[in-house]
């Protein structure tokens, strides 16, 4: 009897906490090469109005040469105004030692984040989500994949 209560509460519990999905999408780099003039572009709807949370995914190798990434992104309602633009840095390796910061193992890394909290977004409305890197490179080796995961609050 006690395991079936504490069951039911952390089923509760957990449901309780669950976010609503609105989108979730990756790309996959050719070759581990992401180039300077190409943006990653989303597209997404809702299907009510509500807050918004983006979180950014980076899958990365051992062989992206530097700490850090910085990346923008814009996100355009359908008559392609902006919504929100913004420059992000994602710190990939620790500073002082250079071991990978995320998850992964041996030599594929992934490192997730929470990119910005948008308030409400309309109903039955379709959004483009621009994403370039920011980095002098023309072409940024190492970087695999960019996840994006869209949730109301």
């Not at 209560?5 to 609503?20: E, G, M, N, R, T």
């Not at 989108?23 to 809702?46: L, M, R």
């Not at 979180?55 to 990434?69: A, E, K």
């Not at 008559?79 to 071991?99: A, T, V």
Request: proline share 2%; charged share 20%; glycine share 4%.
């Amino acid at each position: 009897m006690k395991k079936t209560i504490l069951i039911i509460f952390i089923s509760f519990v957990s449901s309780s906490c669950y976010k609503d999905n609105i989108y979730t999408n990756y790309y996959s780099f050719k070759d581990q090469i992401w180039h300077a003039d190409s943006s990653i572009v989303f597209n997404f709807n809702s299907n009510e109005s509500t807050d918004i949370n983006m979180n950014l995914g980076v899958s990365y190798t051992n062989d992206y040469p530097y700490q850090n990434f910085y990346t923008s992104y814009s996100l355009l309602d359908s008559s392609k105004n902006i919504i929100k633009s913004e420059m992000l840095e994602f710190q990939l390796f620790e500073r002082k030692y250079g071991y990978p910061i995320g998850s992964g193992i041996f030599k594929n890394f992934f490192l997730d984040s929470l990119v910005d909290n948008i308030d409400p977004i309309n109903k039955n409305s379709e959004y483009i989500l621009l994403i370039k890197h920011s980095m002098r490179d023309k072409e940024l080796i190492g970087i695999s994949k960019l996840a994006v995961d869209v949730t109301s609050k």
